[in-house]
């Protein structure tokens, strides 16, 4: 990795009132060694809360530069405009919901590998019942590398184990000229980010990404009351990437809708039952305990049918164009 001089702390948020005054306060807090250079920027998504209010409190107390959008225009955009506008060559993304430990920077150096993600955002399996199915979820969808804890302390995703290994920009260091490069030409909000992006850093550019657990942060889960369009949102940006393209994920996906629309034609007096043994095999793939079984019957369906909403939306927005 080349010598650092600088970094560019870069904030994306939209609508973050409920964290982003803690995740400005710790990130006031970070380490920054002797002879590197720091700027906080943050990017306000067009916001309708009170994000407005809480960056300007913060101007008072860090030089923050901040960039407004006049009305939201996705996550793409909003990183991609923090990165035009850095002044230093290395980026560090941290996410609103996102509160980073203070030896990030140190640890980032040490570790001595770029680009790299957080590894290690203490994940609460019992927490809240929503934070236990998103953990099963993962458990299985990332098998065998999450939690990452468990698993090792710096992981290298190549092509080998794109699909396998858990990916984001939630807690990103990369170089600045390399994330414009990557960045999509189509930024809309409807379409994958994330995953799109690192694609072609590692298939297309032939570069390792990577996953450190001395990366650490803790993440801070949506509360119910704002979850649902998150979940949504979600379901349309993983079918955009995992579903409207051709990969292992899409051809189980399709194999499954296959296997129950054959199972709902042959048992069409039965459509519940056969709907219901479907949702009860899910369950028992899933679950670690008899705990964990009744969390997923109680919780798990709302959150199921919200994301598959979003990715049946991206199916009906293709049809009708």
């Not at 990577?210 to 949102?233: C, P």
Request: with cysteine; aromatic share 14%.
């Amino acid at each position: 990795m080349e010598k650092i001089d600088g970094i560019s702390i870069i904030v994306p948020v939209y609508n973050g009132e409920e964290t982003l005054d803690e995740c400005l306060e710790v990130i006031s807090k970070i380490e920054i060694p002797e002879n590197l250079k720091v700027e906080y920027i943050i990017v306000n998504d067009g916001s309708i809360d009170r994000t407005g209010n809480i960056i300007d409190s913060w101007n008072e107390k860090i030089d923050l530069r901040v960039i407004n959008h006049e009305k939201n225009s996705g996550r793409i955009k909003t990183r991609l405009d923090g990165a035009v506008q850095a002044k230093f060559k290395t980026l560090l993304f941290i996410d609103s919901r996102v509160f980073a430990n203070s030896d990030i920077i140190v640890n980032f150096l040490n570790a001595n590998v770029s680009p790299v993600m957080g590894g290690d955002y203490d994940d609460q399996k019992y927490g809240s019942e929503v934070e236990t199915v998103f953990y099963l979820v993962r458990r299985r969808f990332y098998y065998p590398y999450y939690p990452q804890t468990k698993w090792g302390e710096c992981l290298a995703i190549n092509k080998t184990n794109f699909t396998r290994a858990p990916k984001g920009t939630t807690l990103l260091f990369i170089d600045r000229d390399l994330f414009i490069e990557l960045t999509p030409e189509d930024t809309s909000s409807v379409k994958s980010d994330d995953t799109a992006l690192f694609k072609t850093l590692v298939f297309d550019k032939n570069i390792t990404l990577y996953r450190h657990t001395g990366i650490k942060a803790k993440y801070q889960h949506r509360k119910i009351d704002n979850l649902n369009s998150w979940l949504y949102n979600r379901g349309k940006l993983w079918a955009d990437y995992y579903i409207l393209r051709r990969n292992p994920i899409s051809y189980v996906f399709f194999g499954m809708i296959f296997l129950i629309i054959v199972l709902l034609l042959t048992f069409p007096k039965t459509i519940i039952i056969t709907l219901f043994i479907f949702f009860l095999l899910i369950v028992e793939f899933l679950k670690e305990n008899n705990k964990d079984r009744l969390i997923l019957y109680k919780t798990f369906p709302k959150l199921l049918l919200l994301f598959l909403s979003g990715v049946c939306s991206v199916f009906i927005r293709k049809n009708n164009k």
